[in-house]
């Protein structure tokens, strides 16, 4: 099977700082894949460059078989690969429908159906559509960043950290969400410090430790790993 998305061997800095080490994975069509590590690692600087919004120094970053490595990030959109940032970036002051409606607009006027279809997949949202989006709780907000993203109708969406400073319960949902949404066919790069529940859903994962990828195997392979156990897994 052809990779949808294949990373070869990107150098990425922040001026004189190396902050991603010569990394390469491949996602294929219908995966769940996901990049986990400590604080620091470089999981959000890859899905940064891999979106567009910085370019690798080296290296190639290939979609669906054409080169994206220097292309704008609008334009990375329009060819089906959506990224949803790490602390949800909603836009606080306009109503949920707006935040939706945004996510379509690169693509001209929100299709009626794409808009439908994100409200039967997060009911809540549309018991809300009218209030302020910064009014929102934590998991509210991340369904929106979620429904946004989903406007675009993309092929690859790319997640980092979707379950950050949520409760429990909350946890379960978003990713029981991203479950539902890899079995409607969308291809999934999940970016995830719970290791524990990102390797349950995984089909594969790769463990990246100061700008290099260390690990790579399956979710459940990785889960049985002495070292992904005592570094990521709480003993
Ligand atoms: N805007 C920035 N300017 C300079 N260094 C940065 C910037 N963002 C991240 N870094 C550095 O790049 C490295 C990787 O960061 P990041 O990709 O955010 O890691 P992760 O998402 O795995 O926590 C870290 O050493 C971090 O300090
Ligand atoms: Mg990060």
Known sequence: MAAMLKVNDIHVYYGKI??????????????????????????STILKTVSGLMHPKSGTIEFMGKDIAHMEPNKIVTKGLVHVPEGRRVFAHMSVMENIEMGAYILGKAPEEAVEDVFTRFPRLKERRKQEAGTLSGGEQQMLAMARALMSKPKLIMMDEPSMGLSPILVEQIFSIIYELRESGVTILLVEQNANKALKITDRAYVLETGKITLSGTGRELLEKEEVKKAYLGG
């Not at 190396?18 to 999981?43: C, D, Y």
């Open 18 to 43: 190396h902050a991603v080490k010569g990394v390469s994975f491949e996602v294929n069509e219908g995966e769940i894949v996901s990049l986990i590590g400590a604080n620091g690692a470089g999981k």
